[in-house]
Structures are given as C-alpha cells and as structure tokens.
Nanobody, 122 residues
Framework: QVQLVESGGGLVQAGGSLRLSCAAS????????MGWFRQAPGKEREFVAG????????RYADSVKGRFTIYRDNAKNTAYLQLNSLKPEDTAVYYC???????????????WGRGTQVTVSS
C-alpha cells in the first residue's frame, strides 16, 4: 500500500502563488507516477497535472498550463505542485494521487491522499 499526505494549501489573493507538497510512504518503490487533481464545490474532481518518475514526463490540464508546474523529488518520495498566477476559479480541494502502473498515462491513479484546501480570493 501507498499512503499520501498533502500539505501547503491555504488562502491567497488572486495573482499569488502557493506550493503544494505530497509526501508518499509505504511501498514507494512501486510508484511510477504522481499527480494532482482538484475538486471545487459542486463540481466533479478534475485532473490538474501528472509526472512520471523514471523519465520526468509531465502532463497538464489546459486550464493550468503555463501557470502550474509539477515536479518530483524521488529521493524524498515527494511530489510538488507550484501554483502561480492563481485565479479565484482555482479554488478547490487539491488531491495528490499515485500510480503503480509503469505505463501510466498520467491521468489514471490508484492511490489518493485526503486533500488540501486552496482558496483564492478576488
């Protein structure tokens, strides 16, 4: 099993920045991809970004391209999501996810964290 714990959420003004962290524990050697999703009130959970551990390949939702950056420190088993130029519509609970599929498409995951709240005020 893999456990994921997110941190770094908070309240920020529009145009500001935040960095989210996701620390993995347990069978971390089995993780080939990590990603971030978000869910706003009344909306479905949506993909934000993903990264593969062995080749660094990344994938982003169109809504965050150019503003958010995902990266990973394999030695620390931690993934990060740098959020820049934040907008009120970025307000959501952000969830970390991990995948033990070597051929991960960076969109589907089988381990989930509990989420961290990001609120962007206008």
């Amino acid at each position: 099993q893999v456990q994921l714990v997110e941190s770094g959420g908070g309240l920020v003004q529009a145009g500001g920045s935040l960095r989210l962290s996701c620390a993995a524990s347990g069978r971390t050697f089995s993780i080939y991809a990590m990603g971030w999703f978000r869910q706003a009130p009344g909306k479905e959970r949506e993909f934000v970004a993903g990264i593969r551990s062995y080749d660094g390949m990344t994938r982003y939702a169109d809504s965050v391209k150019g503003r958010f950056t995902i990266y990973r420190d394999n030695a620390k088993n931690t993934a990060y999501l740098q959020l820049n130029s934040l907008k009120p519509e970025d307000t959501a609970v952000y969830y970390c996810a991990a995948d033990d599929n070597y051929y991960s498409n960076l969109v589907s995951y089988n381990y989930w964290g509990r989420g961290t709240q990001v609120t962007v005020s206008s």
